[in-house]
């Protein structure tokens, strides 16, 4: 493995680890903020693999993502977007 590779790699797993560490982050805050969420790292994830021959199934990618199956996190973590969040999630939406 390159050294680039290493370092790549190592920025990744801090990337995981920052969000876990910030949980109350809402999925919808990145995606207004950022235009990017946890869901969107999971896809990269699975295209990254698939682009060099490996295949790894998206709820697999999130479970790395999240650090847990998606749907307990879901539970433990999401709450409900505000009609403020919607409303500019929406309007990004219609402007990409």
Request: net charge negative.
């Amino acid at each position: 493995m390159s050294t680039q590779t290493e370092i790549e790699a190592a920025v990744f797993r801090r990337l995981l680890k920052h969000l876990d560490e910030h949980r109350e982050v809402q999925n919808i805050e990145l995606m207004n903020l950022a235009d990017f969420c946890r869901n969107c790292l999971a896809k990269w994830y699975v295209s990254a693999a698939e682009e060099r021959g490996d295949s790894t199934d998206y709820e697999a990618a999130r479970k790395l993502v999240y650090g847990m199956p998606y749907d307990e996190w879901k539970d433990k973590y999401q709450t409900t977007a505000t009609p403020e969040q919607l409303a500019k999630f929406n309007a990004k939406q219609q402007n990409n």
